[in-house]
């Protein structure tokens, strides 16, 4: 075959290659704003994630006549969400775009709408977070944080790569939890596993392995992370919803006039819910993606109340641990009352 | 006499191109690959990015129309692959990052729908070689990133492979990149990374070390990044290439360096961009593009490091 000599066109392929993960850095050529809020997000450039933060930017602007501008530090290039936390507690960031992951290191207790079997549908959350919102912005606020908006992630199911269909199909399992992630390990130990506790970037190396062999993840992340690759099966039914939330720095937020607050809390419910339609896509996109080449599909219907009976005493678990039981009561009361 | 002569050379004419019946335009658009071959180190070495950029359309347009006359000639797909992933990233996604920059949402969306669609076109050519390769290609992709592995290693196997596996990965990557929003793209990039590989596999110096350059790119950037890998892998790339394929500090600045919140590197590596001279000829359009988009970052350093005093 003859060779091509085409450098100049290859030597700038590499810039093409921005993939999930990348930076992503909009500027703005309008005068430089009053306040820049300088926010951090794991949503890569040219996502449709991105793009609706844009578009939330320019809708701040807008409101607050320039006075207000937010400036997105994308795709992890501030690190991973526990790297955002530190950064805003330190000032070098001033708001946060995460998931279950860093809103439980905000404020723990959040952690109760990920319990297992709790809410698996996004009617019951979204009641959840209308109805409690009082509750969970306190906690955020004691721990110094404004939470601007809520946000979801897709819907968090088990991943295999043995079959499975009862929970004591994965007791011989190796099974993934995040070292930050008190629930999944729970649950896992529960049914009699024992948890391999990795950071997310040892997940991926871990099912080449074999020291892991079960993760909980959404379709998007399976996907985005590329696991599905290592993973032969997955769960139909979710155990859970991945929450996630915008947060701001308090001191950052009182530096705003009362006006400009308002305009900042109103466009971030609005893009907040923008950007659950997109989760809630891309998760079934997702799924549907990872079916099409070879993934199998769980039917655990018919062992359901085993998994709700593992469900149930994980959350009784976690109960004094990680939530109070009058938090997981009021949970479980506002997601019974349709 | 010489009517006689010009009888004869007229049939003798008649005879040969009858030999080839009705394939003298295939046999001129097989010749004209030579030709590409040829000329391209002309605009590898060219010097006026908007000259360049101006042309690029008119060569894709011809491209595919000798590509209608000899869809398999392996030089004339790769060309117009090429053409389309260089002109989409050096040219259309160069106006996306200033369109951006200047808040005009509209006409970077509707630049990157425009980029998307050539990088298909490349993404869908690539296949077609493949296939031309070996049947099966379709039933490895399906399979995934091992089998997928295994088919590169049974039909790209010699060194001379190496930039039909780039250009696969290559375009697939770009497509990617641009097409973000769709779920089941992003699922691809797997496959894109076993494609780039194994063209380092084959021949690790190709094109300046560009397939090299560009896993380096992969490491820092993909999620979650491995920033020790990204970081050993442009080192061996900027020592590779004597640090004349500029291209290369550029990049390690825009992903090693940013995701590190390194802006000492970040700065240090965009301004030897910028003071370098024409250091690589072969690769002068590549480095003059390298140079816009460093002085371009550099002007927007406070967009890339929520915090210059780390």
């Known amino acids: ?338 | 006499m010489v009517a006689a002569k010009l009888i004869r050379w007229t049939v003798l004419a008649w005879i040969v191109s009858s030999l080839f019946a009705c394939d003298t335009a295939k046999f001129a658009a097989d010749s004209t690959s030579g030709l590409f071959q040829r000329a391209a180190p002309a605009i590898e070495q060219y010097w006026d990015y908007d000259t360049a950029g101006a042309a690029f359309p008119a060569s894709i347009i011809q491209l595919e129309g000798i590509l209608r006359v000899v869809p398999d000639n392996e030089v004339v797909v790769m060309s117009t692959i090429g053409a389309y992933v260089g002109y989409g990233n050096g040219w259309i996604e160069d106006r996306v990052e200033v369109a951006d920059s200047e808040d005009q949402w509209e006409e970077a969306e509707a630049l990157r729908a425009r980029a998307l669609i050539m990088y298909e076109r490349a993404w869908d050519l690539s296949k077609h070689l493949m296939r031309l390769r070996g049947e099966d290609f379709d039933e490895a992709l399906t399979k995934g990133p091992d089998a997928l592995d295994e088919w590169l290693h049974t039909y790209l196997s010699e060194s001379a492979d190496a930039p039909l596996a780039f250009w696969a990965g290559a375009s697939l990557g770009a497509r990617i990149n641009m097409g973000m929003e769709d779920m089941d793209t992003v699922a691809d990039l797997p496959l894109a990374k076993v494609f780039l590989a194994h063209s380092v596999e084959l021949d690790p110096d190709w094109l300046f070390m560009t397939p090299m350059m560009t896993l380096g790119v992969l490491a820092a950037s993909e999620f979650p990044p491995d920033m020790d890998r990204a970081k050993s892998i442009f080192d061996v790339v900027l020592e590779g290439t004597e640090r004349r394929n500029l291209m290369v500090q550029l990049n390690m600045a825009r992903y090693y360096a940013v995701n590190k919140g390194d802006s000492k590197l970040f700065r240090d590596l965009l301004n030897e961009v910028l003071d370098a001279g024409d250091v690589l000829p072969e690769a002068r359009l590549s480095n003059v593009i390298a140079r816009r988009r460093a002085e371009r970052y550099l002007d927007q350093i406070e967009y890339f490091f929520s915090d210059l005093s780390e």
């Open chain 1, 1 to 338: 075959m003859s060779r091509l000599r085409v450098a100049f066109l290859a030597t700038v392929v590499a810039g093409a290659f921005m993939l999930p993960g990348t930076v992503t850095s909009p500027p703005t050529a309008s005068a430089e704003a009053a306040t820049v809020i300088r926010f951090a997000s794991l949503a890569p450039a040219g996502s449709a994630f991105m793009k609706v933060m844009k578009a939330w930017n320019r809708s701040l602007k807008q409101q607050t006549s320039n006075r207000v501008e937010l400036r997105f530090y994308s795709g992890g290039s501030q690190g991973d969400e526990r790297d955002f936390i530190r950064k805003v507690r330190a000032g070098q960031m001033d708001a946060a775009g995460v998931t279950t992951t860093g809103l439980g290191m905000v404020a723990r207790p959040v952690l109760v709408l990920t319990a297992p079997g709790l809410i698996t549908e996004y009617d019951q959350l979204e009641r959840a977070r209308t109805e409690l919102n009082d509750r969970f912005s306190k906690l955020f606020a004691d721990a110094g944080f404004q939470l601007l908006a809520w946000g979801e992630a897709g819907k968090n199911r088990i991943f295999s790569v043995n079959a499975f269909a009862a929970p004591e199909d994965l007791k011989s399992g190796r099974p993934w939890a995040w070292k930050d992630d008190p629930v999944f390990a729970e649950f896992v130990s529960v049914i009699g596993a024992n948890p391999v506790r990795l950071g997310v970037p040892e997940v991926y190396p871990g099912l080449q392995t074999r020291m892991i062999d079960i993760v909980p993840a959404s379709a998007i992340g399976a996907v985005a992370l590329q696991w599905y690759t290592r993973l032969k099966y997955m769960a139909k039914d979710n155990f859970g919803i991945i929450v996630g939330g915008s947060i701001i720095k308090q001191e950052k937020f009182d530096q705003l006039s009362e006006e400009d607050q308002k305009a900042l809390l109103e466009t971030s419910e609005r893009a907040a819910r923008a950007l659950d339609t997109i989760a809630r896509r891309d998760d079934d996109r997702a799924y549907r993606s990872m079916v099409s080449r070879g993934v199998v599909e769980v039917d655990t219907s018919a062992h359901q109340a085993k998994w709700d009976s593992v469900a149930a005493q994980t959350r009784k678990n976690l109960t004094g641990r990680v939530y109070s039981k009058s938090l997981l009561d009021s949970v479980q009361a506002v997601v019974a009352n349709k």
